[in-house]
């Protein structure tokens, strides 16, 4: 019996061709693993007798060297199987993402879903949820990086479908009232074009519309290692702003001047192109203007030092409050800031005038 390695429709894809055994050798047979047509993977030189090095289960099922797509359960029918019906596709896979609600991505601490399945991960500093542009997900996205992420992650979000500039401008200040919520996230629109990767999973179109945040997080991650301190600079405009693989837009209203001075007066990031151009983010708002960091690379710089300092200083933790210890935390402080004033971090590049650091008593109780 062969069925998809992991529960999902994926494997609706999927057939397995048993054929003679590139050996030649009696009792012994090949399986192939096909996906559209083409071998993914072929083992050859199979048997059906239990024990054997070369044993249906013990090939394919191995953890190391074994099939990522399918797993096999030899019914202890003894031989080599017929190869007079050679093919056969896998059916009946299921996704599980029919019927899924709002709930199901905001989730709930009690037993760690949706969101909150993330609590975990240490080093996450991005939060997107693709495809899911409903006003209940986009403020559960905000509050988990303000609240149980402390500040030290930056959400994504996506418009939802269909908008043009009119729309998306109610959606953010009516709709989902994000008009002025947080600087700890930014929403971009319209949607994308890009190439479809798949004809049999996504339709025949040529192109597939899809959510810009996992592209945009693409650009924000080139950005933040194209130099030391890449944090620091914003991402967007025609360089470090530029899309990769983007084939065009769900509206050409965003190409139009004046819809895009509609958008980015109420803090919507515009992605756009123009004659000779390429396509890029030609904004890096946060949703909120009035905050102490309004702009996106402003506030995940801060981030990226409050998080590098907590996890720099590890070595202080349970250790007796002395002098000793505070002038070294105050050197790893400052060497580390000095760094950083060195790559743009802040907009003097004398300390005196860029930063301070104070372990004094008026923080710390001896």
């Known amino acids: 019996m062969v069925e998809g390695k992991d529960p999902g429709a994926y494997a609706n894809r999927l057939e397995v061709e048993v054929r003679p055994a590139t050996s030649g050798e009696a009792g012994t047979f090949d399986v192939a693993v096909v996906e559209d047509g083409v071998d993914r993977v072929v083992f050859a030189d199979l048997t059906m007798t239990p024990g054997a090095a070369r044993h249906v289960e013990a090939v394919i099922n191995a953890p190391r060297g074994g099939s990522a797509l399918v797993r096999v359960t030899d019914l202890a029918l003894p031989g080599a199987p017929a190869l007079g019906v050679q093919t056969a596709g896998l059916a009946a896979g299921d996704d599980g993402l029919t019927g899924l609600t709002d709930t199901d991505f905001i989730g709930s601490e009690v037993g760690k879903t949706g969101l909150r399945a993330l609590d975990t991960i240490q080093d996450l500093s991005l939060l997107l949820v693709p495809g899911r542009a ?33 729309g998306v401008v109610d959606y953010v200040l009516n709709t989902a009232a994000l008009g002025n919520l947080s600087e700890h996230a930014a929403i971009y629109w319209p949607r994308v074009k890009v190439l479809n990767p798949s004809r049999s999973v996504f339709g025949s179109s040529d192109q597939l519309v899809v959510a810009p945040s996992g592209i945009i997080a693409g650009v924000f991650s080139r950005t933040d290692g194209g130099r030391p301190g890449g944090v620091y600079d914003p991402p967007a405009g025609i360089d470090k702003g530029r899309m990769f693989g983007v084939l065009g837009f769900e509206t050409d209203e965003v190409l139009e001047e004046r819809k895009r001075d509609l958008v980015y007066p109420k803090r919507i990031n515009p992605l756009t192109t123009g004659p000779g151009l390429p ?88």
């Open 134 to 166: 409903t006003a209940a997900v986009h403020n559960a996205m905000v509050a988990y990086c303000e609240g149980p992420r402390e500040g030290l992650v930056f959400a994504l979000l996506d418009p939802p479908a269909g908008l043009g500039a009119a």
């Open 279 to 366: 396509r890029y983010i030609d904004g890096s708002r946060t949703l909120k203007g009035d905050g102490n960091f309004p702009y996106v690379a402003e506030r995940r710089g801060v981030s990226f030092i409050e998080r590098s300092l907590k996890q720099g200083l590890q070595f202080a933790r349970h250790k007796n409050n002395t002098e000793g210890l505070r002038a070294q935390v105050r050197r790893t402080i400052t060497a580390f800031l000095l760094t950083q004033m060195n790559n743009g971090a802040f907009r003097s590049r004398e300390p005196d005038k860029a930063f301070f650091v104070d372990v004094s008593d008026t923080l710390n109780t001896p």
